[in-house]
């Protein structure tokens, strides 16, 4: 299958963080502050590289609750100096129940051409895991994002470019590598229990599947071994949406001057340069409605900030009106409701590969039978034939990787399909 995407490296890198739900309200503190601008009180050794407030540029963020954890991804300097003192705060035997990831990521975004909506997810992730290289995968509004450790860079390029795809030449070709090839990177922490506690040798890593069928008996093998069940959480719809193109969260410092200056009795008088603050150039709407979904504990709320993109968002159709008209693609009537099976991964270690690719690859073969889609494209009556009918545009399929689990995302009806489908090869018989 020929395939056209660019691969583009986001700045910095990255920690991932679980929190469980019942921890949650304790470490909202923190959470909130992920969105807050560094104040003058923050600590000196906050080195937020991408993410500064002098600058429109988000680097990435994702903050994910759904009803089994709330998982994290921000810069690992947020994770060292925001989180871990606020998990030493906890009695010792809670703090182990929060994960921080001992082992940095990095993430880039890919920009594909000639993938069908359903297939996208499979054909972006089955490289890597077919190189045996673990990551963890999260779709948004505008893109699809994957992360991979940061000692598998080298191997993840050299993956990718051999399967034709290309990087953008603004990625950073100095970027320091560890062995490209190690095969010891840890799903199940540093603060508080590691994510890596159960390193795996590369005596002890099973060898590259061969090809794709051979990795999807492998996942599903090893999903059923560790007892992993789909399922739907009853009655949560789902709205995958964003915020408009001149929203902003995080805040970056306008440099419109003022007509404005300071004089010597504390108020302002015209002709200055007054470069505004934080305040002055947030999306109040849109920030509000975000700090009212976290604050409340949301069933299911996902937020990505990503440098260049809007912010997006994959909500409890049920928040959509708290943020008023401050969102683009939501409505709360109509439109396109999502459902997300949930597969709860936590007793699988992070270095489990092929899960994303596995799942998704044997997912939309099955749904383009039942629903007697075209696969790829043929050669019918000297012309081509497309990748399907309408139909196929109703089997898009997007996957949420979080830190201990994942969710497939699917349009209402085809969800059920779905969960046949995955409950037929991962539920064992009398279950």
Known sequence: MALTAQVHFLDGTLSLIHIPLSLYPTLLQPILRLLLPQSRGSPPDLNLDSLTLDSSQHGFLNISITPLECSIVCHSSWAKTIFEPAIKQLPRDVAKTVIIS??????????????????????????????????FFITTYYSDFILVPVKDRQAVEQTLLSRGFVFSEDNDDNFPFT???????????????SLN??????QQQPPPPSAIPELQERTFDNLKKRNVVPYVEQGLLLVQCSGRQDN?????????????QTNGHGSRNRHSAYKPCWADTVDTKLYTGLVSALVSQPRFFSITLAQDDPPSLLLDR????????????AT?????????????LSSLPIE??????????????????????????EDVGGGRRGRGSAQEEELELSFLSTVRAGAVILGEEVSIKAMEALSKVLVREGK
């Open 179 to 193: 062995s490209p090839y190690s095969t010891n990177h840890g799903r199940g922490a540093s603060q508080g229990s």
């Open 352 to 377: 489990a590969t092929g899960i994303v690719s596995g799942v998704a690859g044997t997912l939309v073969k099955e749904l383009k039978e039942q629903y007697g889609v075209v696969a790829e494209e």
């Open 197 to 202: 506690e159960h390193p795996t040798t590369a």
């Open 318 to 329: 049920e928040l959509v009106g708290i943020f008023g008209d401050s969102l683009v693609g």
């Open 332 to 344: 709360t009537e109509g439109g396109v409701s999502l459902v997300p099976i949930f597969l709860d």
């Open 248 to 260: 902003n969260i995080i805040g970056g410092y306008s440099e419109r001057p003022s007509t404005f």
């Open 102 to 135: 001992k082992d940095d990521y990095v993430v880039f975004s890919v920009i594909s051409v000639g993938m069908d909506a359903g297939s996208r997810v499979a054909d972006l992730t089955s490289p890597l895991a077919l190189a045996n290289i673990p990551l």
